[in-house]
């Protein structure tokens, strides 16, 4: 019986490192699990910031790495050269689509508003059922505390649904937001259709 694909999670992260040592810490170790897994990153494409430490942490624990960067930030040398595959494209929704069809899970660490809507775009993506894969936030210092928050109220005032509002995964720890994502994954069984986005 052939054994199944490795696991491939798409994390977006920030360019940028940020103002506390813990956001970097928590990209490393994300990066490190997924290697140790076995499992490949998907991610996109830069060697800066967090992005360029999940990538390399992932690299020095054995793991795949693929990135996908749109040409203007390739010309600009942010790209990282380093990876399994580098695949740069012209725009960046081609770079969204091009990770979310090479990814099983999807995971935001702390980031800008880049980071922000990469995650809301294949939140919305998996409430409308464009595809089936689970999506999760790794809260880091409780970063993203007051978006939650923000969340739960918009909830309340009734233009969020709950089991939309559920479908987000959250957890401070790579561990146990790895874990679960790798489980939820395994039971996703609706094909993806992204000519619809």
């Known amino acids: ?5 490795p696991l491939s999670v798409c994390v977006f992260c920030g360019s940028r490192v940020g103002a506390s040592p813990a956001f970097e810490a928590a990209a490393r170790a994300t990066g490190t699990l997924i290697g140790r ?3 490949q990153l998907v991610y996109g494409g830069g060697r800066a ?3 360029g430490a999940v990538a390399d942490a992932a690299l020095a624990a054995g793991g795949r790495v693929v990135g996908v960067i749109p040409q203007t930030l390739m010309d600009r040398e942010h790209g990282h050269t380093g ?6 494209v012209q725009t960046m929704h081609e770079r969204k689509r091009l990770m979310a069809e090479r990814s099983d899970a999807f995971v ?4 800008g508003i880049g980071t922000l809507e990469e995650l809301f775009e294949v939140w919305t993506w998996r409430q409308l059922g464009y595809h089936d894969k689970p999506v999760g936030l ?4 409780g970063y993203y505390d007051r978006l939650l928050a923000f969340v739960d109220d918009m909830v309340g005032a009734g233009f969020v649904m709950p089991p939309q509002r559920e479908l987000l995964q959250m957890d401070a720890s790579p561990p146990a937001l790895l874990q679960r994502l790798g489980r939820l994954a ?3 069984t609706a ?5 619809r986005t």
Do not use: I, R
């Open 83 to 88: 990876l399994s595959e580098l695949h740069v």
């Open 1 to 5: 019986m052939p054994s199944s694909p």
């Open 138 to 141: 790794l809260n880091v210092e």
């Open 186 to 188: 395994q039971t996703a």
């Open 37 to 39: 897994n076995g499992w």
């Open 191 to 195: 094909p993806d259709d992204y000519s």
């Open 49 to 51: 910031g967090l992005m």
């Open 108 to 111: 935001a660490l702390p980031g």
